[in-house]
């Protein structure tokens, strides 16, 4: 029996998310949504007979035309050009997952009864989200200012069937799909095109995404960390717990434990060690992996906040009787959370490559890259320079968008967050970590051998068990590729617990 999540004003948040795409939950609008976006309409429709005062937006154009007044015959015509002229997108094709999220978050939205929407409009949202009729957007376009502008237009597009969508595994007309449904265009009336373009659910939906791998990648981490301290023949005195508790960081005394763990049961961990001292990239992981986990926990409240706002404008208040037009559009907190985001996900690739390249290094009874007769063989040099080298652009993708600005609508625009920008740059940085730590991973797991007939702990040679099946061990050179993009699948395959993926 199909199940539902009833879109209404309770909050959504990552655990809720997480069980709405993992159990493929449909959507529908509780009665409280219902009768919030009905009375809403019904209060527009109602101001506007009498309206001849200009309302941004409702009678008047856009930007910088925000003077010109438009005549009531013609208000739904000014919104369904609206969303024409801004279907500006231009670049890659924003990944189908991220779309979805798109959806959810501008039917959340549409649905607290500020913004003034028919109930077709978000039952045709609704009807997308739930046929997986998926708008065709692309990445580039949106300032991250003044909603996403170019993003939405085309998240709208398809509600007067114009545009493309993906159907059936296909990119298709969305005429054509309204067709086969028996789905009439929706005629958009005063404020529609406005409250369907002004918001940031193209920010906010790369934020929950990347908020949902970070969550699982700051676990691979932890543990594939684990792994390489066991490979490197590592210390555990690090990560007692004594040493946290007097810089009790959150995120620190987290890793720590997560890592003790692990290692539970380690006879490599246990054994006599020949040095009293780790390199940093093993012996500070609570520290480093712990600033990620409490940045990751920052974002989530500020992504959080966001997805469970009404963004559009201008507002519309039933009750106080009162139109105001303010700035709820504006990137700028996802577009500084989005950057935090960035530089924290990029030192967990930073400190793993790191760790890739000691274990490669012919210390500590390892041998040279990792591979027997090395010199005929090259083994593992170079997946390392691989890391590095993905290390290098995230460096450069982590530089933030949200010191940028420029000035746009013939000046009535002078301030934009830059915050999509963000976005998309962490979207890619973000599989940049996922990579380098599937390298990690990759040579953790051949280490590991050289340490044979001790054993590491039972979590990670169960967990080794299962790696072998996909990602073979190297006894002499083959194409490394082959097995590095395996021991990404592997990563991406893995799927997580809600308690653990949100511990």
């Given amino acids: 029996m199909q199940q539902y999540h009833s879109i209404s004003s309770a909050n959504l948040d990552l655990q809720i998310i997480h069980t709405i795409i993992n159990e493929n939950l449909k959507l529908k609008l509780s009665d409280d949504a219902i009768s919030k976006i009905e009375n809403c309409r019904t209060y527009l429709d109602n101001r506007m007979k009498n309206q001849n005062e200009p309302i941004y937006g409702i009678n008047t154009g856009f930007g910088s035309l925000y003077n010109v007044k438009i005549s009531k015959e013609n208000l739904s015509e000014l919104q369904e050009n609206l969303v024409m002229s801004h279907a500006c997108g231009m670049g890659d094709l924003v990944p189908k ?28 949202l609704i009807a997308f989200y739930n046929e997986d009729i998926l708008p065709v957007i692309y990445e580039k376009g949106s300032l991250g200012a003044s909603g996403d502008l170019a993003p939405l237009a085309h998240l709208a597009l398809p509600l007067l069937g114009k545009g493309k969508v993906y159907y059936n595994g296909e990119i298709v007309d969305s005429k054509t799909v309204l067709n086969k449904y028996n789905w009439k265009p929706i005629t958009l009336r005063s404020k529609e095109g406005l409250a369907l373009l002004n918001g940031t659910q193209f920010m906010s939906a790369y934020g929950v995404h990347l908020l949902l791998e ?13 792994m390489s301290i066991d490979a490197f023949d590592g210390r555990l005195d690090p990560f007692n717990a004594l040493v946290h508790l007097v810089r009790p960081h959150n995120g620190q005394i987290k890793t720590a434990e997560s890592v003790r763990s692990f290692l539970e049961g380690s006879e490599i961990i246990t054994q006599t060690k020949q040095h009293v001292q780790d390199p940093y990239s093993f012996r500070c992981v609570p520290q480093v992996h712990g600033a990620t986990k409490d940045t990751i926990s920052y974002v989530e409240k500020i992504v959080i906040t966001e997805i469970n706002s009404v963004t559009d404008n201008p507002n519309i208040f039933i009750e106080e009787d009162e139109i105001i037009s303010g700035g709820n559009f504006h990137g700028q907190p996802l577009a500084l959370v989005l950057d935090y985001l960035k530089i924290a996900m990029a030192e967990l690739g930073n400190i793993s490559e790191r760790r890739i390249f000691q274990l490669v290094s012919g210390l500590r009874g390892l041998p040279a890259f990792l591979v027997d007769n090395p010199g005929l063989n090259s083994g593992f040099m170079i997946p390392q320079y691989t890391a590095a080298s993905i290390v290098s652009a995230n460096k450069q993708l982590a530089s933030p968008a949200s010191i940028d600005s420029i000035v746009s609508s013939n000046g009535q625009e002078d301030h934009v967050s830059m915050g999509a920008n963000a976005a998309t740059q962490a979207y890619d940085l973000i599989e940049n970590v996922k990579q380098i730590l599937a390298i990690e991973l990759f040579n953790a797991s051949q280490a590991l051998h050289f340490r044979k007939p001790l054993k590491s702990s039972y979590s990670i040679e169960s967990f080794l068990l299962l790696y072998r099946k996909e990602v073979a061990f190297v006894s002499e050179d083959v194409i490394m590729s082959d097995l590095m993009h395996k021991s990404q699948d592997f990563i991406d395959s893995f799927a997580m617990d809600k308690k653990v993926l949100f511990n």
């Fill in 97 to 124: 997952p991220i779309i979805k999220l798109m959806l959810l978050l501008k039917i959340q939205s549409l649905s607290y009864g500020h913004s003034g929407v028919q109930l077709e409009t978000v039952e045709r």
């Fill in 214 to 226: 970070s969550y699982k990648l700051s676990y691979f981490a932890d543990f594939i960390a684990s």
